[in-house]
C-alpha cells in the first residue's frame, strides 16, 4: 500500500474512532441530562403573592432533584411518587412519611411543590418555596380545590387562576 494511501486511511479510521467516541460520551451523558427536569413552563406567580413574577419553572419528578432545604421544610418527610406513604389516619405495619410528591417546579428563586397528604382527609397541595442561598422560606401553601392530582401543565394553570387560597397557619401542610 503506498504511504500517502496509508496516511489517508489512518486519518480515516481516527475520524471514525472520533466519531463513535463522541456517540457514545453523549449516549451515556443522556441520562444526566434528562434528570436534571423535564419540561420547562413559565408560570405567572402573581396569584401567589409574587407580584410581577412570571418565572421559568424546570419540572422535577423526583426528590433527589429537589433542593435540601425545600426538603427539610416537609417534616415528617416526602416520598417520591410511587412509593408507599401514610394513605389514611390509621397506620398499619410501619410508619411512613404522611406526603408524597406528585410534580415540582423549580427556578433559580422559588420552588414550587405539588404533593398528596394522607390522614384522615387525603388531600392535594400545593406550596411555593422562595429560595436563598442555603435557605427555603414558605410562601404560600394551598389545598387543590379540585381535590386530585394535577400534571406540571394543570398546576401551571391552576397557579395562574386566582383559585388558590394561601393557607400558612394550616397546621397540617
Not at 52 to 79: C, H, M, R, W
Not at 139 to 160: D, N, Q, T, Y
Request: hydrophobic share 45%.
Amino acid at each position: 500500500m503506498p504511504p500517502g494511501l496509508i496516511i489517508r486511511h489512518s486519518v480515516m479510521v481516527i475520524k471514525m474512532a472520533q466519531t463513535i467516541g463522541a456517540a457514545l460520551i453523549l449516549c451515556a451523558l443522556a441520562p444526566l441530562s434528562s434528570a436534571s427536569g423535564g419540561a420547562k413552563l413559565t408560570i405567572d406567580l402573581s396569584k401567589l403573592g409574587q407580584p410581577n413574577q412570571s418565572i421559568a419553572f424546570t419540572e422535577v419528578n423526583e426528590l433527589k432533584l429537589l433542593p435540601k432545604p425545600v426538603l427539610d421544610e416537609f417534616q415528617g418527610g416526602l416520598v417520591d411518587p410511587k412509593e408507599d406513604f401514610q394513605v389514611t389516619d390509621v397506620a398499619v405495619g410501619k410508619l411512613l412519611p404522611s406526603r408524597r410528591l406528585i410534580v415540582a417546579g423549580i427556578s433559580e428563586k422559588y420552588c414550587l411543590v405539588h404533593y398528596e397528604r394522607g390522614g384522615i382527609a387525603h388531600t392535594w397541595l400545593v406550596a411555593l418555596f422562595v429560595l436563598s442561598k442555603d435557605k427555603a422560606k414558605l410562601a404560600w401553601v394551598s389545598m387543590i380545590p379540585s381535590g386530585r392530582k394535577l400534571s406540571f401543565h394543570e398546576l401551571k394553570v391552576e397557579v395562574e387562576s386566582g383559585n388558590l387560597r394561601n393557607q400558612p397557619g394550616h397546621p397540617y401542610w
